[in-house]
């Protein structure tokens, strides 16, 4: 009887073992695997909103492919880009300063000198929204850095059927590279984009280059999923990377040009005229010293908006993202934005920041991924390869529970012979 005791014994203290172990090891299962059945991974408790993800999406258009994961979020760096208080949520001005208007619906903004790069004042600067079409300015900039003015690019059926805003390019059609630019940026054209990233490589191609000079610029914080802005598994940016983006884009003359531009001559379809088109930045007409800038709008983003003036020899960009046109036009918003901008640089308040262009070196935050080869494309850190697998331990305990869960039946039922 005390045999059997201690059998029992025995292989209940491995069978918990076991349990125990295999408890270990499901939770130790990659994190892959998890995100294949959530879409998005939840965002961690800060007093921050959206620091790691934009808000949920409204409609299905940022769900990938069947059998594909989404995108893990982008690590959060632990140094701030722009310096310390670039971290801060809630509006971010100089001690002292005059207040920003209070109409400004954005949920993220920024004001900069462009020639310094200094921060002027700003709301949650890098809080993740989505960009919509301001991302354009990335596929311009790799454009513009890539392919001749002259190259000559033939339309496709894919490019002419893009969901619009559209141009109007034509199947067939050929487009020389510096219209198809100006056309990008002045009426934001999705079909335009469509045609600059085949003629990239295709969409996969361009969307990795674009990615790769949002590294390269530092802007750790922006991610792109398609060329023309429209919602994409992963697609994320903030007020700053776009702030830095936008600064970088205007030192670049090409790009600078084709905002600065208020109408052309676009050529028209096979046998068919060239027609005008117009930039569709309200701001043209109504502010003084405007220098141009960028539109963008899809369900998911809400409105967005790049802009730039100068006053006084002084050149101030603008960028909000996720803002309502009531109770104001998101342009006229800008204006205010831009006078507030305008007023503090003369009142010589400082500072709060620095929009760079510079790599993110430093640490990440606690609890993001910490490995220095993050890639752009925002994939998490991975544990090291088991030659064996998680899984196939898993299967092995499992196999072992069973065998001794029979071996505990068996001897219950006296199938097992007991020593003499």
Known sequence: ???????????????????????????????????????????????????????????????????????????????????????????????????????????????????????????????????ASLIKTLLALVVLEELRPDHVVVATKADAEQECTCVGIVAGGEYRVDDLVNALLMRSGNDVAHALATALGGTDVAVEKMNALAEWLGAADTRAATPSGLDGPGMMTSAYDMSLVFRHAMQQPGYAEAVGMTEMRFPGGPGQPDFPIYNDNPLWPTYDGFLGGKTGFTDDARHTYAGAAERDGRRLGVVMLRAEQQPARVADQAARLLDYGFTLAASDSGAVGTVTSAPVTGELAEGEASEGELSFAGVTDTPPDDPFGTTGWIVTLFVTLLVIAGLLVGHRKGMLRRPD
């Open 1 to 131: 009887m005390r045999s059997t005791t201690r059998i029992r014994t025995v292989l209940a203290a491995v069978l918990t073992a076991a349990l125990t172990l295999l408890a270990t090891l499901a939770g130790t299962l990659p994190r892959e695997a998890s995100a294949a059945v959530t879409p998005q991974a939840a965002q961690p408790s800060s007093s921050c909103p959206n620091r790691t993800l934009p808000p949920p999406p409204v409609d299905t258009s940022e769900q990938p492919p069947p059998g594909e994961a989404s995108p893990a979020p982008l690590p959060v760096p632990e140094n701030p880009a722009g310096g310390d208080r670039m971290a801060e949520c809630g509006i971010v001005v100089p001690p002292g300063s005059l207040e920003p208007p209070q109409d400004i619906t954005a949920a993220a903004w920024l004001v900069q000198d462009l020639d310094t790069g200094e921060v002027l004042a700003a709301k949650d600067p890098h809080a993740r929204h989505r960009p």
